[in-house]
């Protein structure tokens, strides 16, 4: 398949992108290529979502998941600010319509403050409807850092960010076999 190289990942969607990038961010040496069967990155799941940028509101505390999660909310919001990617932090409101839901809405707010997921408000029904005013609610909590991005462009610069550090990304190069020929691999 071509010349030499020291990583191959394959897939094009916003974990391959995004992995392909970090190795290059790591080790600027490195000769990296992504392969991706399809026309263009992003063609499946990393280019068709709600695209919500997660705030860690809802993982158990102290998981991997919920620090990950925070942590990379952060990440991202810094690196579409760089790169001037459009998103928007539109906020959500979660909330109880009936009494019974209170004292698990209780337990989310106690468990995404232990998270660190920032901003959060109680509230009560009249602060629900200044945020959201066909919602009728007996509580609620304001989660301000929960936003929107089109997660096709933030893979568009993932891949310019991997061919200025030296890597390729190739479009319409579906992988059909991977072979070990003594200390290297064959893939075509």
Known sequence: MGPDIDVL??????????????????????????????????????????????SGVYYRPGSLKARLCVRGREQLLRYLGDRGIPHSLTGKVIVATRSSQIERLEELLRRARMNGVPGLEWLDARGVRAI???????????????????????????????????????????VTAVSATGESVEVR
């Open 9 to 54: 990942v394959i897939g094009g969607g916003i974990v391959g992108l995004a992995t392909a990038r970090e190795i290059l961010a790591r080790r600027p040496s490195t000769r990296v290529l992504v392969l991706e069967k399809e026309t263009g990155i992003a063609r499946h799941q990393s280019g068709h979502n709600s695209g919500v940028i997660h």
């Open 132 to 174: 959201e005013p066909e919602v009728r609610a007996l509580h609620g909590i304001h989660v301000p850092g929960t936003g929107v991005v089109d997660y096709a462009a933030v893979c568009r610069s993932y891949a310019v960010d991997i061919e200025l550090g030296g890597g390729t990304v190739r479009t319409a190069a579906p």
